[in-house]
């Protein structure tokens, strides 16, 4: 009797099992969708701190500092070369480049910016209007962005795992929206 009443309690996890795994792997899906509402909230809210909880800051300067190095400065450094200016000016730039990053791609400046770009009676989420979303892993998630106004730029963020926490670790940003946010400051 004692062996029959522990067989039917076994056989009850096998239908339970296979719901809590369907519903954890569910839940793992939409965990990066999460993650960007919450970064959404947190710079309508102007939450300075969580912003700097939920993106890697040094990260995100390094990719940006990477990125206008590839488009700006090789350019760059081609004319100068041409002009037969010394290596130290082409450095030099690149330096005042990576002391501007550092000094702007900040929480804070975020939210300024994010506040400044928003036409009244507009939309406030920056994430209203995605492309696509992926995982690229277990553990990263890839979003493109685009905004309201149809404009070629997307904004596109990658999303790592880190400590059971989606974190912000790379954004690219369109040309457009540099050049929008340098005409509203």
């Known amino acids: 009797m004692r ?9 009850k996890p096998r239908i339970g099992l296979p719901c809590f795994c369907v519903l954890l792997a569910l839940a793992y899906m939409v965990s990066p969708y999460v993650a960007l509402y919450q970064l959404e909230m947190d710079l309508e809210r102007g939450d300075t ?3 700097e909880r939920g993106v ?3 990260t995100v300067r390094d990719g940006l500092k990477q ?3 590839d488009g700006v400065i090789g350019p760059m ?3 100068l070369a041409s002009n037969t200016l010394p290596p130290f000016g082409s450095s030099f730039i690149s330096g005042i ?3 501007s990053v550092d000094r702007e791609v900040t929480p804070q400046n975020l939210v300024a910016v994010m506040r400044q770009m928003r036409a009244p009676g507009s939309d406030p989420n920056p994430f209203n209007c995605f492309d696509w979303a992926f995982f690229e892993s277990p553990a990263a998630f890839t979003v493109t962005v685009h905004n309201e106004d149809g404009d070629e730029g997307h ?3 990658r999303l790592e795992m880190h400590g059971g926490k989606w974190v912000v670790m790379r954004a690219w940003v369109p040309q457009d929206l540099i050049e929008r946010t340098s005409n509203r400051t």
């Open 3 to 11: 062996s029959l009443f522990i067989g039917s309690a076994l056989s």
């Open 49 to 51: 701190a969580a912003l």
């Open 56 to 58: 890697d800051w040094k």
């Open 67 to 69: 990125d206008i190095a």
């Open 77 to 79: 450094q081609a004319q």
């Open 97 to 99: 480049m990576e002391t």
């Open 155 to 157: 904004l596109r963020l």
